[in-house]
């Protein structure tokens, strides 16, 4: 258990993104499937697409409290201008995601599920290194 403990210790940054990016994903699937199974039809094209916005704006929000709180434990008063941060990176990597999909699967007619997958694994990345480098961090004296 002490073992565990000094390897939670040591990595707890990156563990608690991870967690928190699960339940992250958790919170916008289930949104997903509460809009499409009550008030929106998804085989209507842009109610599809609404379905999909909700989920992602709700999944935003959630990532960005918990982030800021559990993960990278900001004490920035600026909350305000972080969240914009936060956001412009996010909309960012949907644009990057997007991208990436567009091109894999509608251009080079690569398998879709397989190129989600990677999509989502350079997502990952790419929303952890945003918000390390640009949403928050600490100047030295608030360390």
Not at 108 to 127: A, Q, Y
Request: with cysteine; charged share 20%; glycine share 2%.
């Amino acid at each position: 258990m002490k073992k565990i403990l000094m390897i939670y210790k040591k990595h707890e940054e990156i563990i608690n993104y991870l967690f928190i990016g699960g339940c992250t994903t958790l919170i916008s699937l289930i949104v997903y499937y509460v809009s499409v199974l009550t008030f929106l039809n998804p085989s209507i094209s842009w109610q599809l697409q609404i379905a999909n916005i909700i989920s992602w704006i709700a999944g935003v929000i959630f990532a960005y409290i918990t982030n800021r709180k559990v993960v990278f434990k900001s004490k920035n008063k600026k909350v305000i201008k972080e969240a914009e941060k936060f956001l412009g990176a996010r909309i960012v990597t949907l644009l990057i995601d997007m991208l990436f999909m567009y091109v894999t699967v509608t251009v080079l007619l690569l398998n879709d599920k397989i190129m989600k997958i990677i999509s989502n694994i350079i997502i990952i990345i790419l929303n952890y290194v945003f918000s390390k480098l640009f949403v928050f961090v600490q100047k030295e004296s608030e360390k």
